[in-house]
T-cell receptor, first 115, second 111 residues
Framework: DTGVSQDPRHKITKRGQNVTFRCDPI?????LYWYRQTLGQGPEFLTY????????KSRLLSDRFSAERPKGSFSTLEIQRTEQGDSAMYLC?????????????FGQGTRLTVV | GESVGLHLPTLSVQEGDNSIINCAYS??????FIWYKQESGKGPQFIID?????DKRQGQRVTVLLNKTVKHLSLQIAATQPGDSAVYFC??????????FGTGTLLAVQP
């Protein structure tokens, strides 16, 4: 499967715990995006990388959230001290060429439930 | 299973009919638009895109229309099938390819 891969698919955690999600983009895609989606809503932009550089972060991304893409390939999204409001689907997407309007391909998402 | 379509506008059509899903976008500077299909528990799946220098683009059974004057986008699905049942999102973007998604429309195809 050469699509965007996300791990884990589901995560249940207790409030206050830290969680980390991984995204493996389509090979050689320069851009990688993280989105969050709550039930009944469209995905909301969190942050994006061009290669290893994090170029933009949404105001939705509080200090408890951090994302990395150390080698310009896979990316991780960490949430510290999780809160019930963090429960959502976390989606990763990648796109091939910077500066051109090409579609972003999404992974299947990681469903986070904070109890 | 989960219901992605809670609180979403719903379009109910009969199998074989044509469907039209509408979307109003927000940023007049957006120059690229995409329609995504999302089935319950899955990530959004690309359907069709259109650039701002076009007003119509056709794919297999799908057509996207863009009206920049009123910032309106529509998706037409011909001969709608049960497998088309899903939530449909329009998305807009500019130079960064950062996508801004609309609210979504639940398409329910009745056999």
């Amino acid at each position: 499967d050469t699509g965007v891969s996300q791990d884990p698919r589901h995560k249940i955690t207790k409030r206050g715990q830290n969680v980390t999600f991984r995204c493996d983009p389509i090979s050689e895609h320069n851009r990688l995006y993280w989105y969050r989606q709550t039930l009944g809503q469209g995905p909301e932009f969190l942050t994006y990388f061009q290669n290893e550089a994090q170029l933009e972060k949404s105001r939705l991304l509080s200090d408890r959230f951090s994302a990395e893409r150390p080698k310009g390939s896979f990316s991780t999204l960490e949430i510290q001290r999780t809160e019930q409001g963090d429960s959502a689907m976390y989606l990763c997407a990648s796109s091939p060429l910077p500066g051109l309007n090409t579609e972003a391909f999404f992974g299947q998402g990681t469903r986070l439930t904070v109890v | 299973g989960e219901s992605v379509g809670l609180h979403l506008p719903t379009l109910s059509v009969q199998e074989g009919d044509n469907s039209i899903i509408n979307c109003a976008y927000s940023n007049s500077a957006s120059d690229y638009f995409i329609w995504y299909k999302q089935e319950s528990g899955k990530g959004p799946q690309f359907i069709i895109d259109i650039r701002s220098n076009m007003d119509k683009r056709q794919g297999q059974r799908v057509t996207v229309l863009l009206n920049k004057t009123v910032k309106h986008l529509s998706l037409q699905i011909a001969a709608t099938q049960p497998g088309d049942s899903a939530v449909y999102f329009c998305a807009e973007s500019g130079a960064t390819n950062k996508l801004i998604f609309g609210t979504g429309t639940l398409l329910a195809v009745q056999p």
